[in-house]
C-alpha cells in the first residue's frame, strides 16, 4: 500500500495575498513555507522534503493517530497583552514560543504563523521511546521475514531507535501463521497494529472485516467471528528492480510498478495516480503476472510442415512463407484480428498491415466482466481506447462476428490472428481454422489456436 506523493514546487506569496489564497505562513525547523489552510502537518513537512517518521497514516484514509510515531514539536506566537502590538523579526514574522508536549503530525493541521520542529532533544526521545514500545514484543524474525529489506520497523528503528533494548522479560506470545483468507496468513507477533489493514478494508474496500481484539500488550489483530479476509483488494507489497507500468488486466490503466530481478518478474504494486487508481490496485490484478516465465511461452517460429506437425524455423523464412502464402488472395478473402492488450504501437502494426493488404477485414476480441466499486472495470481489454482512435473505429471488434462468418462459409482463406485464443475467447472452432489456406496466429503462449495455425510467430509480453 503505497503513501508516496510528489511535492509540488513552492511559490511564496506576500502574506496578505497568501491569506486571501487561503494560504498560511508555516516555519518547519526554522524555515518559512505557505500551505494551503487545512493542510495536514506531516503533509506540509512531506511538500517542503522534511522527513516525519509514520506508521498508521495513510494519506488516503483517515487519521486515528494511534502508532505515535510522527509526534513533532509545535509552536504558536504568544499573545500579547491587551493594548500592546505583537513583535515581529526582520520578515514580519512573529516569534514563535514553543509547547512543551509534542503532538501528532498526522492528525493536527497547519494554521497561520505555526511552528513545527522535526529535529531536537523532545522529538528524538518521543521517537525512541515509540520504538521501544514497538519493539518489546517484536520478535526477532528479520533474517526469515518476506519484508526484510523494505521493512520501515527496520528502517526507523536504526534512524530514530535506541540502538539497543533495555527489555529482559518473556515476550508476550501472539498467533502465529493464522490462516484468514484465501491470500492471506497472519503473524499476530509481527503485527505493530497501525491499524491501516482495518480502515483500508473498511474505508475503500467497503468489507470491514478486520479488527482489534484484546487490550494493552496483548491486542490481536483478527477477522470478525464467521468470515475471512477474501476481498480482492487484500495484498501488500530486496533487491529488485523497479519500473514504471501500466496494468494491461482491464480498461482502467490502474498504474503499476513492476519488480523484477535478472529479468523475472517477482512481484507488481499499485503506483499512485490520483486521477486513475489513487494508490491501489486489486489482487485479481496484482496477482496475474506468472504467465510472462510459463513454460508455454512461444520462443521460437513455428512452421506446419508437411505431415503436420510444427517444426522451428526462422524469421526471415517466416516471413518469406507469409509473402508467399498470400499472393493472389482479394482483400475481402483476408483478415485481419488483434486485440486489446496491444500497444498504441501494435494497434497501428496490425492496422498497417490490414491497409497493406487491401484494407481488409480488421476486429478487436471483445472481453467483458463484472465491474467492481471501485477499480476493475467491465472491459477488460485494457486498450480498447486505443483501438478505437488509431483504427477510427467507435466500435473496433464489430466485424469479428462477420470474420467468423467468413471463415465458417469459406469466403475467408487467409487469417492473420495477433494476440488472441480464437478457440478459447472469440468463438472459433479448431475445424473452422483448419478450412483456412493459410492462417498466421501470433501470441506469447502456446494455446489451442496455435496448434491449427500454419505459421506460428511468438510475440512479447
Not at 505555526?114 to 522529538?123: A, N
Not at 529489506?149 to 536504526?158: D, H, I, K, M, T
Not at 510472462?292 to 511461452?297: G, H, I, L, P
Amino acid at each position: 500500500m503505497s503513501d508516496s506523493t510528489t511535492a509540488p514546487a513552492e511559490i511564496k506569496l506576500p502574506k496578505d495575498l497568501a491569506a486571501e489564497k487561503g494560504m498560511v505562513n508555516v516555519q518547519i525547523d526554522g524555515v518559512w513555507h505557505q500551505f494551503p489552510r487545512g493542510t495536514r502537518m506531516i503533509e506540509a513537512c512531506r511538500s517542503v522534503q522534511v522527513e516525519v517518521p509514520h506508521y498508521c497514516y495513510h494519506p488516503k484514509l483517515s487519521a486515528p493517530g494511534n502508532c505515535r510515531m510522527c509526534l513533532v514539536q509545535m509552536g504558536m506566537p504568544p499573545r500579547p497583552a491587551p493594548g500592546q502590538e505583537p513583535t515581529r523579526d526582520e520578515q514580519g514574522y512573529e516569534p514563535i514560543g514553543w509547547m512543551p508536549r509534542p503532538v501528532i503530525a498526522c492528525a493536527n493541521t497547519v494554521s497561520e504563523n505555526m511552528g513545527i520542529r522535526t529535529k531536537g532533544e523532545l522529538v528524538e526521545k518521543c521517537r525512541e521511546g515509540v520504538m521501544e514500545f514497538l519493539l518489546i514484543n517484536h520478535p526477532l524474525d528479520c533474517p526469515i521475514c518476506d519484508q526484510a529489506g523494505e521493512c520501515r520497523l527496520q528502517e526507523f528503528s536504526v534512524g530514530f531507535g535506541r540502538g539497543s533494548s533495555r527489555f529482559v522479560d518473556l515476550k508476550v506470545k501472539k498467533p502465529k501463521n493464522v490462516d484468514i483468507g484465501p491470500r492471506i496468513r497472519l503473524d499476530d507477533e509481527r503485527c505493530i497494529m497501525c491499524s491501516r489493514c482495518i480502515r483500508f478494508m473498511d474505508e475503500v474496500a467497503g468489507d470491514p472485516v478486520l479488527g482489534f481484539t484484546q487490550r494493552g500488550t496483548h491486542t490481536t489483530l483478527t477477522v470478525h467471528p464467521g468470515r475471512l479476509l477474501d476481498s480482492n483488494y487484500s495484498l501488500n507489497t530486496a533487491f529488485l528492480k523497479e519500473t514504471k507500468s501500466i496494468d494491461v488486466n482491464c480498461g482502467t490503466g490502474t498504474n503499476i510498478t513492476i519488480w523484477t530481478r535478472s529479468n523475472k518478474i517477482h512481484r507488481i504494486t499499485p503506483r499512485q495516480n490520483d486521477e486513475v487508481n489513487s494508490c491501489w490496485m486489486p489482487d485479481s490484478h496484482r496477482l496475474n503476472f506468472h504467465y510472462v516465465d510459463s513454460d508455454a511461452r512461444l520462443t521460437e517460429p513455428l512452421s506446419r510442415g508437411e505431415n503436420g506437425t510444427h517444426e522451428a524455423t526462422t524469421w526471415s523464412k517466416a516471413m518469406a512463407q507469409i509473402a508467399a502464402k498470400c499472393t493472389g488472395y482479394q482483400a475481402n478473402q483476408i483478415a485481419v484480428i488483434g486485440s486489446g492488450r496491444m500497444t498504441n504501437e501494435e494497434l497501428f502494426l496490425t492496422q498497417t498491415l490490414s491497409q497493406k493488404l487491401g484494407n481488409t477485414a480488421l476486429s478487436l476480441v471483445p472481453r467483458s466482466g463484472e465491474a467492481d466499486h471501485l477499480l476493475i472495470a467491465a472491459d477488460r481489454n485494457p486498450n480498447t481506447t486505443g483501438a478505437q482512435l488509431i483504427w477510427k473505429k467507435a466500435a473496433p471488434a464489430a466485424s469479428l462476428d462477420a470474420i467468423r462468418d467468413g471463415v465458417r462459409n469459406g469466403q475467408i482463406k487467409v487469417l492473420f490472428s495477433f494476440g488472441e485464443d480464437l478457440i478459447t475467447d472469440a468463438g472459433f472452432t479448431a475445424a473452422e481454422l483448419a478450412k483456412l489456406d493459410f492462417h498466421v496466429h501470433s501470441h506469447i503462449l502456446a494455446n489451442p489456436t496455435a496448434q491449427v495455425a500454419d505459421l506460428v510467430l511468438p510475440a512479447s509480453a
